[in-house]
């Protein structure tokens, strides 16, 4: 067990509707990531919050979006789904916002998009 | 702009045989270099990480990697696997304060 919870573990849901992730970052980790890791892309970093501010932006879609909240709790939005923003959503935490620190990923959220 | 190449997507061993996970990558700077392992229907935990100083790694479950700046790899070792260590590898690069890129992944599956 990593520390680092993520909500919900499957969501399943029909193209043109909006979801949200949550993640809840290890105790006292000030850093959270988002990435997306789908069959062709693999392992995709999409963004990076440190203590509430956007830190670091990768391949985000317009139509996705994050924040940070002031329990360090984040949120990932995804809007208008299409088929192939199908794939699992991991989440992970880190004490810094430098990235030699490790960082601790969550079990994941199985998105569907029928 | 950094980027990973995992040279196998898949790697059949025998148990209690040696392996070697291969992993290049380009930077035109420094790197971090990182390896993490996936399990089935988990999220990814770290093996190892080269920062600096010695090339040679240790990680956790008795695996090793050696950066080698000349040939640009990070290659992962261990000398006798398990059924255990059956999971999905990933090398990953950073340069400094930039995200993690991460490679495409290598299986390995371990043969009873």
């Known amino acids: 067990d990593s520390g680092v919870t993520q909500t919900p573990k499957h969501l399943i849901t029909a193209t043109g509707q909006r979801v949200t992730l949550r993640c809840s970052p290890r105790?006292?980790?000030?850093?959270v990531y988002w990435y997306q890791q789908s069959l062709d892309q693999g392992l995709q970093f999409l963004i990076q919050y440190y203590n509430g501010e956007e830190r670091a932006k990768g391949n985000i879609l317009e139509r996705f979006s994050a924040q940070q909240f002031p329990d360090l709790h984040s949120e990932l939005n995804l809007s208008s789904l299409e088929l192939g923003d199908s794939a699992l959503y991991f989440c992970?935490?880190?004490?810094?916002?430098?990235?030699?620190?490790?960082?601790?990923f969550g079990p994941g959220t199985r998105l569907t998009v029928l | 702009a950094q980027s990973v190449t995992q040279l196998d997507s898949q790697v059949p061993v025998f148990e209690e045989a040696p392996v070697e996970l291969r992993c290049n990558y380009s930077s035109s700077v420094s790197v971090y270099l990182f390896w993490y392992v996936q399990y089935p229907n988990q999220g990814l935990q770290l093996l190892l990480k080269?920062?600096?100083?010695?090339?040679l790694v240790k990680g956790i479950n008795g695996f090793e990697a050696e950066f080698n700046k000349s040939q640009t790899s990070f290659h992962l070792r261990k000398p006798s696997v398990h059924i255990s260590d059956t999971a999905e590898y990933f090398c990953a690069v950073s340069e400094g304060n930039t995200p993690l890129v991460f490679g495409k992944g290598t299986r390995l599956s371990v043969i009873a």
């Open positions: 080269y920062l600096s100083g010695s090339t």
């Open positions: 105790s006292g980790d000030l850093s």
């Open positions: 992970a935490s880190s004490p810094r916002a430098g990235s030699p620190d490790t960082q601790y």
